[in-house]
């Protein structure tokens, strides 16, 4: 009888996950540009007074929506178990940070749903609750720079005639992770490059997010059918 | 026998996370005691105005401090990963491994993002209201030390394990630390109730006491750690697939 | 609290401390660890001695007294227990583990009673020095006893069934319910009769 392992249905359902993330991105008016740390409590009071809808329901699908990166991280860990090491560590680790990553990203959400849910109260309480929101979705990125940089050392340690990643999928790790850490500072900064709103903290970081989601999940579709031609051969 | 050494060494990703793990216990230690000055922690009965005063005087290292733990405090996996790895080794069920898994990394979360993210906020803006000033700084001291609690199950699965493994991984001594290390967990909690005295979140007892026995047990189980990755017998040969070239896909793993 | 010695069969044998030695470990440990929340509870003591004293008054020494007084009666069905268990007489072990059980659960119902009756009085954790100090040690204490009713099910356990029956781990079991009692005797003179 032939069995359906259904980690193909995981990582095809992200095309739909990533559409309702753009979705929610370009429905965000805070986004496209995004909102400057330089804004004064009545400006940013006046902006979650103008977009209240746009704000509540981007929010409110990125809050449904956040975690659903984790299940093509546990595909990853299920590919990682065919790399030879001696010990499942790796994977822990990666499983370790899967979870921490999205909350911390949900946390943000909820600052930002908090920000909009009542737009005429004090405009410095709004602008704390737009502080808090982008802070923890800006800097909030010590489990993805974790996550990139631990499957980086795994594919390394992965040393077999067809290792399970090719080794620049290491290398790209590495990267996405070196691009993540300016964020970290960004509440160095009220403008420039580093601020939340700068090149770095928000457009190198991002961009860096969604081109991990994206060749990961095709290194990932690359790594499925493999995996089945040899289970076929062992059996 | 000589021991193979680098690439070769069959216990190196143990060796790495070990190290990792020292790496982050250093940091965190360097950003809290000395870079963010928020260990000891602050003073709880501070007004707005001194909360505000404290945010302005401590602007550059807590902003640095904070931006370093954004940026490594994920390390803090390795540790998680390695004691869960040292709980499989044990004749338990994965139950507890697992459970020490998920139980640490969701406590991250609390543990030490909530005070980053916090602090960043108050830092950023020193010239914000005093009282919300007040407000990010309650936030980030309680939010950190007050939650100390979640630790305490996590600790009590530990013990568990070691005093039920037949493996003999651990010394049955350090699960019964592991309860005595629990039991000051459990001591924090009044720091939700007092912004003065010994039970505050920088007091003697809530605080003090407790952050030295946690030192302690985070010292012993660290060089524990390193005892069993010693202990640990793969044998001197290559990973499965190195110079042999093995036709196998899967490499054997101690455990999987 | 040492009711639990071996006895001393042959002189050639190497003098040890009863049950698992790792537990004395504990019991060392949270020793050191009780010795420094009384080492703060004397140091505000010596700051305001007129409110703790006036603040103490309200401390009903009999009822310690009588809390003592049971809690030694556990130790000592709990050290019965052992020497029976050694003896092969399990069964008299096991009534006597449930009775240390039973005496634990007195000791809790007066604890409890003693707690409504200072808070239905307006002494809260939160009310004043002395007893935030008092409802601090004698309730963590009873976090300590509450962990005892665990090892006392343990010890239940061993005694159950031939396969199991270890006298290391009865010893060990017991070592910590002594080591409960300990404390609370340490507390109990600090907080009730020390004024």
């Known amino acids: 009888m032939r069995r359906t392992s259904g980690e193909l249905i995981i990582l095809c359902a992200l095309p739909a996950a990533a559409i309702l993330w753009i979705a929610a991105f370009f429905l965000f008016p805070g986004f496209l540009p995004p909102m400057s740390p330089g804004s004064a409590p009545s400006e940013v009071a006046a902006f979650y007074g103008d977009h209240t809808a746009r704000i509540r329901y981007s929010m409110i699908l990125f809050n449904w929506f956040c975690v659903a990166l984790i299940p093509v991280l546990m595909l990853i860990v299920e590919r990682m178990r065919g790399m030879a090491h001696r010990t499942p560590i790796m994977r822990y680790c990666m499983i370790g940070c899967a979870g921490a990553a999205p909350i911390a990203f949900l946390t943000a959400t909820i600052f930002w749903l908090l920000a909009a849910f009542r737009p005429d109260r004090a405009p410095e309480l709004t602008q704390l609750y737009n502080d808090l929101g982008w802070i923890t979705f800006t800097c909030g990125v010590p489990f993805l720079v974790a996550q990139s940089l631990f499957l980086a050392v795994s594919i390394f340690l992965d040393q077999q005639e067809k290792p399970v990643f090719g080794r620049w999928v290491a290398y790209f790790n590495v990267l996405v992770a070196v691009a993540l850490v300016p964020a970290g500072f960004a509440g160095l900064a009220h403008s420039g490059v580093l601020a939340w709103d700068g090149l770095l903290s928000f457009w190198v970081k991002n961009i860096a997010i969604a081109l991990w989601i994206i060749v990961m999940s095709v290194v990932l579709g690359r790594a499925l059918p493999r995996d089945r031609a040899v289970a076929e051969a062992a059996a | ?256 | ?195």
């Open chain 2, 1 to 256: 026998m000589k021991r193979p050494a680098g690439r070769d060494d069959p216990k190196r990703e143990l060796w790495l996370a070990w190290y990792a793990i020292l790496v982050f216990y250093n940091l965190y230690t360097v950003v809290f005691f000395i870079l963010t000055r928020t260990q000891p922690p602050g003073k709880p009965w501070y007004g707005a105005g001194d909360a505000s005063g404290w945010f302005a005087h401590h602007h550059d290292g807590l902003l640095v401090g904070f931006a370093l733990i954004f940026v490594l405090g994920g390390l803090s996996a390795t540790s998680i990963a390695l004691i869960t790895y040292s709980i499989r080794r044990m004749s338990v069920s994965r139950a507890f491994a697992y459970s020490y898994l998920i139980l640490y990394s969701v406590s991250a979360v609390p543990g030490f993002l909530f005070i980053c993210v916090a602090m960043t906020a108050g830092a950023m803006r020193p010239d914000r209201d005093p009282a919300l000033q007040q407000w990010l700084y309650d936030l980030g001291f309680l939010s950190f030390s007050g939650t100390m609690g979640v630790f305490l199950v996590g600790s009590l699965i530990w013990m568990a394990a070691i005093l039920l493994d037949k493996n003999r991984v651990f010394p049955k001594w350090f699960g019964y630390l592991n309860l005595c290390n629990a039991l000051t967990e459990v001591v924090v909690a009044p720091s939700w109730m007092f912004d003065r005295g010994v039970f505050a979140w920088n007091g003697l007892i809530a605080w003090w006491i407790n952050v030295v026995v946690f030192g302690l047990y985070t010292g012993v189980f660290i060089n524990l750690l390193r005892n069993v990755i010693i202990r640990e017998d793969f044998g001197t040969g290559p990973l499965p697939g190195l110079p042999k070239r093995a036709r196998g896909h899967a490499p054997a793993e101690v455990v999987s």
């Open chain 3, 1 to 195: 609290m040492t009711t639990t010695q071996p006895v001393t069969a042959t002189a050639k044998e190497p003098r040890r401390v009863p049950g698992q030695p790792d537990m004395w470990v504990f019991v060392l440990f949270e020793s050191l660890v009780f010795t420094s929340y009384f080492g703060v509870y004397l140091y505000y003591r010596a700051q305001r001695e007129e409110a703790f004293l006036q603040a103490q008054s309200h401390l009903d020494l009999w009822l310690g007294v009588l809390g003592t007084i049971v809690l030694l009666t556990s130790s000592w069905s709990v050290a019965r227990c052992v020497q029976t268990a050694r003896a092969g007489q399990y069964r008299a072990a096991t009534r006597d583990a449930f009775l240390t059980a039973g005496f634990g659960v007195a000791f809790l119902a007066l604890k409890i009673v003693e707690w409504t009756g200072h808070v239905q009085a307006g002494h809260t954790f939160t009310s004043d020095d002395f007893f935030q100090h008092y409802f601090f040690l004698t309730a963590i204490h009873c976090v300590h006893l509450l962990i005892g009713f665990v090892v006392l099910g343990v010890l239940v356990h061993q005694l159950a069934s031939p396969d199991r029956r270890s006298q290391e781990t009865v010893e060990t079991c017991a070592t910590y319910w002594h080591t409960v009692d300990f404390f609370w005797v340490l507390i109990f003179a600090l907080l009730y009769v020390v004024r």
